[in-house]
């Protein structure tokens, strides 16, 4: 998988539009089944709910698209919750926007709005983050040449995790997996290719995303 945004962790928002309210649910969702038990615990809760409208994307580059009007004028709800989702960029998550009506007719523009304003801040809240992938790299060089390496790192933007002092000195990193190959150019700069690179496991992290 590549890397990708997604939301910051599971929310809940809610408007008002003319006595109407409007409780977008957003969850992270990685398969369809766990959209479906997702959709049918929103209905649980709101079973006396008017429409739960909902989309989703899932998969790499969003390969699975979904959108649901539920009831509502086909066009004014399911799309407008996917379109704040893929405006986003954002993959595997899951909303629903649950409506009870409050007497007032809003329209097809309004129910459009209505349903987009209420994704769009509900993805504000929880904010976005970008799961990138990492490697963790252990660097292992000797003590006279450990001062100048370890001031390098702290001078960069590679993640220094720890220095364990063994006989050598062995520094841990966790590094932006495509950034690997300038990542080992730079030690053998630093180190006048006097360190030891050993490549450790991938990890997903997390990084938030300025909205």
């Known amino acids: 998988m590549k890397n990708h945004r997604t939301i910051k962790e599971d929310t809940v928002y809610e408007s008002t539009v003319k006595k109407s309210r409007f409780i977008c649910s957003l969850k992270r969702t990685e398969t369809e089944e766990e959209v479906l038990q997702f959709l049918e615990s929103v209905r649980k809760e709101h079973t006396k709910a008017n429409h739960n409208c909902s989309a989703y994307l899932i998969g790499e580059n969003n390969r699975i698209q979904r959108a649901s009007d539920d009831g509502e004028p ?100 966790i590094i932006d997996a495509e950034k690997k190959d300038a990542f080992s150019r730079d030690i053998i700069e630093w180190t006048s290719d006097q360190a030891v690179i050993e490549y450790g496991d991938h990890a997903w992290l997390e990084v938030p995303v300025e909205m």
């Open 74 to 173: 086909s066009g004014t709800a399911g799309v407008p919750i996917l379109e704040v989702l893929k405006k986003n960029e954002l993959q595997n998550v899951t909303a629903v926007v649950t409506r009870y009506f409050g007497g007032i007719k809003l329209g097809a523009g309004g129910l459009i709005r209505a349903y987009g304003k209420a994704t769009s801040e509900a993805v504000k809240q929880t904010g976005i983050v970008e799961k990138r992938l990492h490697q963790f790299i252990s660097i292992t060089v000797s003590y006279h040449i450990s001062g100048k390496l370890q001031n390098a790192l702290h001078q960069s933007d590679y993640r220094l995790e720890s220095v364990d002092y063994t006989d050598q000195v062995i520094f841990e990193c």
